[in-house]
């Protein structure tokens, strides 16, 4: 009776054993498909590739990349799962790290999908070994949800963060010949243009007034007060508190956005006005009209200059000071 019980636990002891036992041919199997691309799974695959024991990590991508389903992210991508899957095969790796990398399509499993109650996609499981030195006491497979777009670097990062450490293999992206001779196209375009129109350009580029009208328009620009509306965002208006409209803001720390452009424009009125006097009246051949001309400018010079001294009172009340007709 004894002997027939030790048989019968010799008999059931067996089966555990050789389930404990790691599938090296399954690791093999797999990694001879996964030279290039992810290995494609369908149900029976993704059971067999997940199943207990594991002696290696397995990263499995749940997507639904047929055009049918509308997922633009899992069609996007694709391409960086790719890259990741062949950076990893193709790189050096850690002694007795092994760790394939699987896509699951939902056409293909929907059994899957319905079992892990799966109503998004992408969705990245990893599962990490059950036996062996990197096995884990938790082997429940870790879960990467994609709450928008990302890179193949950001995922590669999460998935080594996750892994035993030393060296992982580098992600390599491939050489993107088509940049490279569409930038070359551009340049060498570029420099043909601007060697068949240099005649006709650099007497532009050169041209001192040119270069003095931008200095002054960017000077009468910033000394206005554009920066300080762009800083605080400032309202272009504002009420007077009668019905109508106030173009000025009290105070040396406040200012509208009509403000600074009334102001701007008067600087530049005074400026033509003072490089006239300076440097185009003094050109004029017949007395009278340089006199009328004086007339005109200096005119022009003491009514915005009263003008903007009016505005300043207004800013500052209490200036005592002030110039007709204004």
Not at 94 to 102: D, E
């Amino acid at each position: 009776m004894k002997l027939l019980s030790l048989f019968v636990s010799f008999i059931c002891i067996i089966p555990i054993a050789f389930c404990s036992v790691p599938d090296t041919e399954k690791f093999e199997r797999y990694h001879s498909l996964s030279r290039v691309a992810p290995i494609e799974l369908d149900d029976s695959s993704y059971e067999d590739i997940t199943a207990k024991p594991r002696e290696y990590h397995i990263a499995v991508l749940l997507t639904a990349a047929e055009a049918r389903y509308g997922c633009i992210l899992c069609r996007e991508f694709q391409p960086e799962w790719e890259l990741i899957a062949r950076s990893w095969n193709k790189g050096s790796k850690p002694n007795g790290l092994r760790m394939l990398f699987a896509t699951l399509d939902f056409s293909n499993g929907k059994g899957t999908f319905q079992k892990l109650m799966l109503q998004t996609a992408p969705v990245l499981l990893v599962f990490p070994p059950t036996i062996g030195p990197f096995a884990k006491v938790d082997d429940a497979p870790l879960r990467f949800d994609f709450s928008g777009p990302i890179s193949a670097d950001q995922l590669y990062t999460w998935i080594n963060r996750h892994l035993p450490e030393g060296p992982k293999p580098p992600l390599v992206r491939p050489i993107n010949y088509m940049r490279i001779v569409s930038v070359v196209t551009i340049l060498m375009a570029a420099i043909t243009l601007f060697t068949i129109l240099s005649p006709y350009i650099l007497p532009i580029v050169r041209n001192r007034n040119l270069w003095a009208a931008f200095s002054l328009i960017a000077i009468l620009l910033f000394t206005s007060g554009h920066m300080f509306n762009h800083i605080r965002k400032v309202p272009y208006v504002a009420g007077d508190g009668k019905g109508g409209i106030s173009y000025f803001a009290g105070g040396f720390s406040n200012q509208f956005g009509m403000e600074t452009q009334i102001i701007a424009a008067i600087y530049a009125v005074l400026s033509f006005a003072t490089i006239a006097l300076a440097m185009k009246v003094p050109r004029i051949a017949d007395t009278k009209a340089q006199q009328v001309a004086v007339v005109i400018w200096g005119s022009v010079l003491l009514g915005m200059y009263s003008f903007l001294l009016n505005v300043f009172k207004v800013k500052n009340g209490g200036y005592p000071f002030f110039l007709p007709p204004f």
